[in-house]
Protein backbone atom coordinates (compact mmCIF):
# COMPACT_ATOMS: atom_id res chain seq x y z
CA UNK A 1 0.00 0.00 0.00
CA UNK A 2 1.43 3.49 -0.74
CA UNK A 3 2.08 6.30 1.59
CA UNK A 4 -1.47 7.82 0.17
CA UNK A 5 -3.41 5.17 0.34
CA UNK A 6 -5.43 3.60 3.30
CA UNK A 7 -8.73 1.56 3.73
CA UNK A 8 -11.11 1.15 6.64
CA UNK A 9 -13.01 -2.26 6.89
CA UNK A 10 -16.76 -1.72 8.46
CA UNK A 11 -18.30 -4.46 10.04
CA UNK A 12 -22.10 -4.21 9.29
CA UNK A 13 -22.95 -4.07 5.49
CA UNK A 14 -25.92 -2.33 5.66
CA UNK A 15 -24.16 0.83 8.21
CA UNK A 16 -21.68 0.69 5.62
CA UNK A 17 -24.31 1.57 2.85
CA UNK A 18 -25.93 4.40 4.79
CA UNK A 19 -22.72 5.77 5.25
CA UNK A 20 -22.05 5.74 1.86
CA UNK A 21 -25.39 7.56 0.77
CA UNK A 22 -27.54 7.29 -2.05
CA UNK A 23 -25.08 6.91 -5.41
CA UNK A 24 -22.39 7.35 -2.69
CA UNK A 25 -23.23 11.22 -2.74
CA UNK A 26 -21.77 10.69 0.97
CA UNK A 27 -18.85 10.07 0.16
CA UNK A 28 -18.12 12.67 -2.78
CA UNK A 29 -19.27 15.24 -0.40
CA UNK A 30 -16.78 13.97 1.80
CA UNK A 31 -14.35 14.41 -0.50
CA UNK A 32 -14.73 17.88 -0.57
CA UNK A 33 -14.99 18.58 3.26
CA UNK A 34 -11.71 16.58 3.60
CA UNK A 35 -9.77 16.80 0.54
CA UNK A 36 -9.11 12.98 -0.19
CA UNK A 37 -10.39 10.71 -2.82
CA UNK A 38 -13.02 7.86 -1.51
CA UNK A 39 -14.54 4.85 -3.15
CA UNK A 40 -16.26 2.61 -1.36
CA UNK A 41 -17.17 -0.95 -2.25
CA UNK A 42 -19.17 -3.66 -0.16
CA UNK A 43 -17.43 -3.33 3.32
CA UNK A 44 -14.29 -1.35 2.70
CA UNK A 45 -13.27 2.36 1.71
CA UNK A 46 -10.25 3.32 0.46
CA UNK A 47 -8.58 6.70 1.18
CA UNK A 48 -6.39 8.46 -1.12
CA UNK A 49 -4.62 11.39 -0.77
CA UNK A 50 -1.27 13.37 -1.42
CA UNK A 51 0.98 15.11 1.38
CA UNK A 52 -1.88 14.63 3.92
CA UNK A 53 -2.47 13.64 7.39
CA UNK A 54 -4.13 10.25 6.82
CA UNK A 55 -4.12 9.49 10.32
CA UNK A 56 -6.50 12.26 11.23
CA UNK A 57 -8.57 12.01 7.85
CA UNK A 58 -8.94 7.98 8.96
CA UNK A 59 -10.00 8.86 12.69
CA UNK A 60 -12.79 11.68 11.51
CA UNK A 61 -14.18 9.21 9.12
CA UNK A 62 -14.09 6.65 11.99
CA UNK A 63 -16.08 8.43 13.97
CA UNK A 64 -18.64 9.55 11.37
CA UNK A 65 -19.33 5.89 10.63
CA UNK A 66 -20.45 5.54 14.56
CA UNK A 67 -22.79 7.76 14.41
CA UNK A 68 -24.08 5.86 11.15
CA UNK A 69 -27.00 3.35 12.19
CA UNK A 70 -28.46 0.50 10.60
CA UNK A 71 -32.08 2.02 9.77
CA UNK A 72 -31.54 5.11 8.11
CA UNK A 73 -28.87 6.78 5.61
CA UNK A 74 -26.64 9.44 7.09
CA UNK A 75 -28.50 12.63 5.89
CA UNK A 76 -25.84 14.57 4.20
CA UNK A 77 -26.57 17.49 5.30
CA UNK A 78 -25.66 16.20 9.01
CA UNK A 79 -22.64 14.62 7.64
CA UNK A 80 -21.28 17.52 6.33
CA UNK A 81 -22.10 19.62 9.56
CA UNK A 82 -20.05 16.51 11.32
CA UNK A 83 -17.29 16.30 9.21
CA UNK A 84 -17.03 19.90 9.19
CA UNK A 85 -16.63 19.79 12.93
CA UNK A 86 -14.43 17.18 13.29
CA UNK A 87 -12.14 18.22 10.70
CA UNK A 88 -11.51 21.98 13.17
CA UNK A 89 -11.63 19.25 16.12
CA UNK A 90 -10.71 15.70 15.69
CA UNK A 91 -10.91 15.24 19.38
CA UNK A 92 -14.22 15.88 19.63
CA UNK A 93 -16.55 12.97 21.12
CA UNK A 94 -19.80 13.39 18.81
CA UNK A 95 -21.28 10.57 20.78
CA UNK A 96 -20.92 12.32 23.99
CA UNK A 97 -22.46 15.72 22.87
CA UNK A 98 -25.63 15.78 24.79
CA UNK A 99 -23.96 15.59 27.76
CA UNK A 100 -22.75 19.24 27.37
CA UNK A 101 -24.84 21.82 29.55
CA UNK A 102 -24.31 24.92 27.51
CA UNK A 103 -26.28 27.25 30.09
CA UNK A 104 -28.72 27.04 33.13
CA UNK A 105 -31.74 29.14 33.40
CA UNK A 106 -32.27 31.62 36.36
CA UNK A 107 -34.43 28.56 37.90
CA UNK A 108 -31.27 25.84 37.51
CA UNK A 109 -32.87 24.10 34.80
CA UNK A 110 -29.66 22.70 32.31
CA UNK A 111 -30.06 23.75 28.92
CA UNK A 112 -28.30 21.35 26.62
CA UNK A 113 -28.35 20.52 22.47
CA UNK A 114 -31.20 18.26 22.32
CA UNK A 115 -30.73 16.96 18.79
CA UNK A 116 -27.87 16.53 16.27
CA UNK A 117 -28.98 19.30 14.57
CA UNK A 118 -28.87 21.34 17.70
CA UNK A 119 -25.25 20.82 18.85
CA UNK A 120 -23.86 21.33 15.29
CA UNK A 121 -25.96 24.75 15.44
CA UNK A 122 -24.24 25.24 18.80
CA UNK A 123 -20.55 24.52 17.40
CA UNK A 124 -21.10 26.77 14.24
CA UNK A 125 -22.13 29.87 16.62
CA UNK A 126 -19.29 29.11 18.96
CA UNK A 127 -16.54 28.93 16.11
CA UNK A 128 -18.02 31.64 13.29
CA UNK A 129 -19.01 35.04 13.91
CA UNK A 130 -21.95 35.05 11.86
CA UNK A 131 -24.41 32.38 11.52
CA UNK A 132 -27.69 31.44 9.75
CA UNK A 133 -30.18 29.08 11.19
CA UNK A 134 -32.63 27.74 8.47
CA UNK A 135 -35.81 25.96 9.59
CA UNK A 136 -38.85 25.18 10.62
CA UNK A 137 -41.19 26.41 14.20
CA UNK A 138 -39.88 24.76 17.33
CA UNK A 139 -36.44 23.46 16.38
CA UNK A 140 -34.70 26.27 18.93
CA UNK A 141 -32.86 28.55 16.04
CA UNK A 142 -33.87 31.58 18.63
CA UNK A 143 -33.97 29.96 22.07
CA UNK A 144 -30.40 28.42 21.64
CA UNK A 145 -29.39 31.46 19.86
CA UNK A 146 -30.66 33.42 22.85
CA UNK A 147 -29.06 30.86 24.96
CA UNK A 148 -25.65 31.72 23.66
CA UNK A 149 -25.78 35.38 23.80
CA UNK A 150 -26.86 35.03 27.28
CA UNK A 151 -23.45 32.83 28.07
CA UNK A 152 -21.63 35.26 26.26
CA UNK A 153 -22.76 38.38 27.95
CA UNK A 154 -21.94 36.58 31.12
CA UNK A 155 -18.67 35.49 30.27
CA UNK A 156 -17.63 39.06 28.89
CA UNK A 157 -17.20 38.20 25.52
CA UNK A 158 -19.58 40.94 24.41
CA UNK A 159 -21.07 44.01 26.22
CA UNK A 160 -24.34 43.54 25.17
CA UNK A 161 -27.05 41.98 23.42
CA UNK A 162 -29.62 43.36 20.37
CA UNK A 163 -32.40 41.44 19.98
CA UNK A 164 -34.34 42.54 16.18
CA UNK A 165 -37.00 41.01 13.92
CA UNK A 166 -38.88 42.96 11.14
CA UNK A 167 -41.55 44.25 13.01
CA UNK A 168 -44.60 44.74 10.19
CA UNK A 169 -46.08 41.38 8.77
CA UNK A 170 -48.09 40.77 5.78
CA UNK A 171 -51.04 43.00 5.57
CA UNK A 172 -50.21 45.10 8.13
CA UNK A 173 -49.04 48.53 9.26
CA UNK A 174 -47.92 49.57 12.21
CA UNK A 175 -49.78 53.25 11.89
CA UNK A 176 -53.19 51.80 11.93
CA UNK A 177 -52.39 49.81 15.39
CA UNK A 178 -53.18 51.55 18.52
CA UNK A 179 -50.85 52.75 21.35
CA UNK A 180 -46.96 54.76 20.84
CA UNK A 181 -44.39 53.35 18.32
CA UNK A 182 -43.02 50.65 21.86
CA UNK A 183 -46.53 49.66 22.57
CA UNK A 184 -46.82 48.75 18.44
CA UNK A 185 -43.90 47.15 18.05
CA UNK A 186 -43.83 45.17 21.22
CA UNK A 187 -46.35 42.45 19.99
CA UNK A 188 -43.73 41.40 16.97
CA UNK A 189 -41.01 41.46 19.57
CA UNK A 190 -43.01 39.31 22.02
CA UNK A 191 -41.46 35.61 21.07
CA UNK A 192 -37.35 37.34 22.08
CA UNK A 193 -38.90 38.23 25.45
CA UNK A 194 -40.48 35.37 26.01
CA UNK A 195 -36.88 33.31 25.63
CA UNK A 196 -35.47 36.03 27.22
CA UNK A 197 -37.57 35.57 30.62
CA UNK A 198 -37.29 32.07 30.27
CA UNK A 199 -33.09 32.32 30.53
CA UNK A 200 -32.74 35.23 32.60
CA UNK A 201 -35.95 35.57 34.48
CA UNK A 202 -38.11 38.87 34.11
CA UNK A 203 -36.17 40.79 36.69
CA UNK A 204 -32.81 40.32 35.55
CA UNK A 205 -33.79 40.43 31.69
CA UNK A 206 -36.02 43.64 32.30
CA UNK A 207 -32.85 45.36 34.32
CA UNK A 208 -30.36 44.71 32.10
CA UNK A 209 -32.94 46.43 29.11
CA UNK A 210 -33.04 49.14 31.78
CA UNK A 211 -29.16 49.41 31.66
CA UNK A 212 -29.01 49.06 27.31
CA UNK A 213 -27.70 45.84 28.27
CA UNK A 214 -29.93 44.26 26.09
CA UNK A 215 -31.84 45.99 23.33
CA UNK A 216 -34.55 44.79 22.41
CA UNK A 217 -35.97 46.37 18.61
CA UNK A 218 -37.37 46.36 14.90
CA UNK A 219 -35.08 46.27 12.89
CA UNK A 220 -35.97 49.78 11.27
CA UNK A 221 -33.88 50.81 14.37
CA UNK A 222 -30.86 49.09 13.32
CA UNK A 223 -29.90 51.30 10.40
CA UNK A 224 -27.22 54.02 10.35
CA UNK A 225 -25.49 52.10 13.32
CA UNK A 226 -22.48 50.27 13.99
CA UNK A 227 -22.81 47.54 16.66
CA UNK A 228 -19.35 47.11 18.19
CA UNK A 229 -18.69 44.23 21.37
CA UNK A 230 -22.72 43.06 20.74
CA UNK A 231 -24.00 39.82 20.16
CA UNK A 232 -26.70 40.28 17.56
CA UNK A 233 -29.93 37.86 16.95
CA UNK A 234 -31.87 38.78 13.59
CA UNK A 235 -34.86 36.72 14.40
CA UNK A 236 -37.80 35.63 11.65
CA UNK A 237 -35.47 36.83 9.16
CA UNK A 238 -37.82 35.61 6.28
CA UNK A 239 -39.51 38.50 6.28
CA UNK A 240 -36.75 40.77 5.57
CA UNK A 241 -36.20 42.20 1.99
CA UNK A 242 -32.94 41.65 0.44
CA UNK A 243 -32.38 45.34 1.41
CA UNK A 244 -32.76 45.33 5.11
CA UNK A 245 -30.88 41.85 5.16
CA UNK A 246 -27.97 44.07 3.26
CA UNK A 247 -28.55 46.55 5.71
CA UNK A 248 -28.49 44.66 8.88
CA UNK A 249 -25.43 42.43 7.91
CA UNK A 250 -23.65 45.72 7.41
CA UNK A 251 -24.20 47.02 10.94
CA UNK A 252 -21.92 44.10 12.86
CA UNK A 253 -18.80 45.67 14.08
CA UNK A 254 -15.38 44.62 15.59
CA UNK A 255 -15.83 41.43 18.36
CA UNK A 256 -19.36 40.94 17.23
CA UNK A 257 -21.15 37.98 16.72
CA UNK A 258 -24.55 37.77 14.60
CA UNK A 259 -26.75 34.82 14.46
CA UNK A 260 -29.63 35.12 11.83
CA UNK A 261 -32.90 32.83 12.44
CA UNK A 262 -35.67 32.13 10.21
CA UNK A 263 -38.12 29.56 8.33
CA UNK A 264 -37.99 30.51 4.63
CA UNK A 265 -41.31 28.07 4.49
CA UNK A 266 -43.56 30.81 6.60
CA UNK A 267 -42.56 33.97 3.92
CA UNK A 268 -44.93 36.78 5.06
CA UNK A 269 -44.15 39.72 2.86
CA UNK A 270 -46.33 41.34 -0.20
CA UNK A 271 -45.92 39.29 -3.35
CA UNK A 272 -42.98 40.26 -6.08
CA UNK A 273 -40.85 40.96 -2.58
CA UNK A 274 -37.65 38.46 -2.65
CA UNK A 275 -37.41 37.63 0.88
CA UNK A 276 -33.22 38.57 2.37
CA UNK A 277 -32.76 35.39 3.86
CA UNK A 278 -33.90 32.86 0.80
CA UNK A 279 -31.90 35.35 -1.15
CA UNK A 280 -28.57 35.61 0.85
CA UNK A 281 -28.05 31.83 0.93
CA UNK A 282 -26.60 31.94 -2.52
CA UNK A 283 -24.85 35.62 -2.33
CA UNK A 284 -22.67 34.13 0.45
CA UNK A 285 -22.39 30.80 0.39
CA UNK A 286 -18.90 31.00 -0.77
CA UNK A 287 -17.96 33.00 2.18
CA UNK A 288 -15.39 31.53 5.08
CA UNK A 289 -16.31 32.22 8.23
CA UNK A 290 -19.92 32.33 7.97
CA UNK A 291 -22.00 29.48 8.47
CA UNK A 292 -25.35 27.90 7.37
CA UNK A 293 -26.99 25.47 9.57
CA UNK A 294 -30.16 23.94 8.40
CA UNK A 295 -32.16 22.33 10.91
CA UNK A 296 -35.42 19.99 9.88
CA UNK A 297 -38.30 18.75 11.33
CA UNK A 298 -36.20 16.01 13.67
CA UNK A 299 -34.74 18.60 14.97
CA UNK A 300 -37.96 19.34 16.45
CA UNK A 301 -38.52 19.82 20.08
CA UNK A 302 -42.04 20.66 20.59
CA UNK A 303 -44.86 18.11 21.48
CA UNK A 304 -44.50 14.95 19.20
CA UNK A 305 -47.27 15.68 16.74
CA UNK A 306 -45.54 19.44 15.41
CA UNK A 307 -42.98 16.93 13.86
CA UNK A 308 -45.76 15.36 11.88
CA UNK A 309 -48.02 18.54 11.54
CA UNK A 310 -44.41 19.71 9.50
CA UNK A 311 -44.42 16.50 7.78
CA UNK A 312 -47.95 16.44 6.48
CA UNK A 313 -47.54 19.97 5.20
CA UNK A 314 -43.81 19.10 3.86
CA UNK A 315 -45.98 16.34 1.47
CA UNK A 316 -48.58 18.69 0.55
CA UNK A 317 -46.75 21.38 -0.48
CA UNK A 318 -44.55 18.91 -2.83
CA UNK A 319 -47.05 17.55 -4.38
CA UNK A 320 -46.29 13.96 -3.08
Known amino acids: MSKGESKIEINDYQIAQNFFGHNDRNLKLLENILSVKLSGRGNQIKIECQDCDMEKKEMI ?13 FSPRKLKYAAELLKRNPEVNLNDIY ?34 SIGPAGTGKTYLAMVMAVKSLMNNKVNRIVLTRPAIEAGENLGFLPGDMQEKVDPYLRPLYDALYDILGPEKAKLYQEKDIIEVAPLAYMRGRTLDD ?10 TTLEQMKMFLTRIGFNSKAVITGDITQIDLPHKKNSGLATVQKIL ?22 KEIIKAYESYESGS
Open 61 to 73: IKKLLSMTNRKDE
Open 99 to 132: NEVIQENYKGRKIKAKTMGQKLYIESIKNRDIVF
Open 285 to 306: KDIKGIDFVYLTRHDVVRHDLV
Open 230 to 239: SFVILDEAQN
